[in-house]
């Protein structure tokens, strides 16, 4: 695993773009299910890759050696697969308590991504975000909002 606060400058500057477009203004998150120890299938981001791409769907982004994150998309789907370097960010995702649209967790996703409220856009089109878990894998897809 590497270390989020040894990044190169390549990645660092991708994860600030991803945190800027996943938390554009008038997008929302909310949670799915978890399915532990149910599948060995989604062990890591390389095998959920292989695996949504089999069903069509497009990878445009995989960072890490081993991955760590990528982005997918087919038609107007996005897909985030991710396995969370930062324990305060993976903790959050594990604890179904904390609600992930609240200000202390968007302020701290900006904060590490040396962000702020007024670098964001609003979203042309927002989207609700519905995160998954499968074991050790997260996965984020997008959706149009009502």
Known sequence: MSDPTKQ????????????????????????GSHYKGQTKT??????????????????????????????LARGHREMHIFQ?????????????????????????LLQTAGLSESDLPTASKPQHFHLSEVDDVFILTSGDTD
């Open 84 to 108: 969370p370097q930062d324990p305060k960010i993976r903790a959050w995702l594990e604890d179904e308590k904390v609600a992930l649209n609240d200000p202390p967790v968007r302020a701290y």
């Open 8 to 31: 190169t400058p390549n990645l660092a500057t991708a994860i600030k773009e991803l945190r800027r477009h996943l938390l554009e203004k008038g997008n929302r998150f909310e949670r």
């Open 42 to 71: 989604l062990s890591g981001v390389a095998q959920t890759v292989k695996l949504y791409e089999g069903m069509g769907y497009q990878k445009f982004l995989e960072v890490g050696n081993p991955p760590v994150y990528a982005m």
